[in-house]
């Protein structure tokens, strides 16, 4: 099936036109960092006000990429949730409209559900049934997959995101937007081992980065003042460590647990150079199979979207008109 792949849930205007859940033949993604970079984080007006601006010429831009024409399309696969409700509408709106304009089918996506199928584009593909991590900038979830739709939660954050702490910790030290990917870079030049920040929660599958975002905080207010260009790289080293080390090491032990020996790492954060480096070298040392998308299909796009879509529709569930923008929906409910 031809299929295009409508994602608009954050802060990244998406469309990609994906063949048979496999081939990708366009992913374009509009990037608002520049928007919200004065802000140090995503402002929900803002960022509908901009998908509204770049929806129709991004999803032009996926078709013509592609060398598809809307006639072609067999199916139309849009994110629905979780996500801010003002963007997931600019999406959802759009593709209904081509959808009814054009008869084209229509189906709503779960954006978590679209990050775990990014990983079914990597060749080869990880099979069902394997333990997912889905790291971003709302979620930190470990999940049992053991098909489409069928996900139990082994764990889960319970205070912030990962993807948060990179973003707050990197606001906190005033080094630039978004954290994540600044830190990740800077971290490069940096010793992770001068600094030793706090590994919570030990014992659990559940995860908290409150802590280590406190005692980022505590340092900057003892010492009264920021830190030097020259002290710098090893902080977020050693903050960036704390993080990764509880990502990789409760990821494969809830792995271990279920006696799964495929582990699959997605969502934004998983684009994080080191995290990849452990999980495959951790992996590798557990005899466990690691899957980890790229980069581009780590972040927010549309392609990870269509690949949902085409195993919905093709299952022969399609949505209506009536279908509504869903905030929260975590990944074990079904509507
Ligand atoms: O999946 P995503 O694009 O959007 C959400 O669904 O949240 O994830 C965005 C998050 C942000 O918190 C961003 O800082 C983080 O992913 N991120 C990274 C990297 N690239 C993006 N975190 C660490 N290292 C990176 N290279
Ligand atoms: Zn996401």
């Excluded at 229509?106 to 199928?117: D, K, P, R, S, Y």
């Excluded at 990764?244 to 409760?250: T, Y």
């Excluded at 969502?267 to 080191?274: E, P, Q």
Aim: aromatic share 6%.
């Amino acid at each position: 099936m031809l299929i295009l792949g409508v994602e608009s849930s954050c802060d990244e205007t998406a469309a990609a036109v994906v063949q048979d859940g496999k081939r990708v033949l366009s992913n374009v993604i509009a990037s608002q960092v520049k928007a919200h970079e004065k802000y140090g984080g995503v402002v929900p007006e803002i960022a509908s006000r901009k998908h509204t601006e770049a929806i129709i010429p991004v999803i032009l831009q996926s078709l013509e990429v592609a060398g598809v024409g809307i006639s072609d399309l067999e199916g139309i696969a849009v994110t629905r949730g979780p996500g801010l409700i003002g963007s997931l509408l600019v999406g959802l709106s759009t593709a209904k409209a081509i959808a009814f304009a054009h008869g084209v089918p229509m189906v709503g996506v779960n954006h978590l559900e679209g990050h775990i199928a990014a990983t079914l584009l990597l060749d080869p593909p990880p099979a069902f049934p394997f333990v997912a991590l889905v790291v971003s900038g709302g979620h930190t979830n470990i999940y049992l997959v053991k098909d489409f739709q069928d996900f139990t939660c082994l764990g889960q954050t319970r205070d912030d995101a990962a993807g948060e702490a990179f973003d707050k910790a990197a606001k906190l030290l005033e080094i630039g937007y978004p954290g994540g990917v600044v830190i990740d870079r800077m971290a490069r030049q940096g010793n992770p081992g001068t600094i030793a920040f706090p590994r919570a929660m030990r014992d659990s599958l559940d995860f908290s980065f409150s802590g280590v975002k406190t005692s980022l905080l505590n340092m900057v207010k003892k010492q009264g003042r920021l830190f030097t260009e020259a002290e710098l790289p090893d902080v977020v080293a050693g903050f960036q460590e704390a993080i990764v080390d509880v990502l990789v090491q409760k990821t494969l032990k809830a792995a271990e647990n279920a006696a799964m020996t495929r582990v699959v790492v997605c969502g934004g954060v998983a684009a994080n150079s080191r995290l990849r480096e452990r999980f495959y070298e951790d992996g590798k040392e557990k005899g466990m199979d690691v899957f980890i998308p790229p980069p581009v299909l780590c972040t927010d796009n549309a392609a990870m979207i269509a690949v949902v879509g085409e195993h919905l529709l093709k299952k022969g569930k399609r949505d209506d008109l009536a279908l509504n923008a869903v905030s929260r929906w975590p990944l074990e409910l079904r509507p």
